[in-house]
């Protein structure tokens, strides 16, 4: 079964930062999606070079871990912080 991985995304002066916390990657973007697009395009380059100890080794969560990171998807993650950026630049 193929594990969730989360994605945080927040604004830091005039970027957007995104964290995959399972993992411990992090990207940016200066929109959103431009974020999330990078940080997946982070993960998936992880997946391919990186050995198969050090992929089980970065899922060695314990569960308060994994439920803490799996309450939110990226979308609805994107979405709030979407609204919640907008309403705060008005």
Not at 57 to 67: A, G
Request: glycine share 2%; hydrophobic share 35%; aromatic share 8%.
């Amino acid at each position: 079964m193929p594990k969730k991985l989360t994605a945080i995304i927040h604004k830091e002066d005039d970027i957007y930062v995104s964290l995959c916390p399972e993992l411990d990657i992090a990207s940016q973007g200066s929109t959103i999606e431009e974020a999330k697009d990078n940080l997946k395009e982070a993960v998936e380059l992880f997946f391919e070079c990186a050995s198969e100890k050090e992929i089980s080794d970065k899922f060695d969560y314990t569960e308060w871990q994994r439920l803490l990171w799996q309450q939110e998807s990226v979308e609805s993650l994107s979405v709030k912080a979407q609204k919640a950026w907008n309403s705060n630049e008005n």
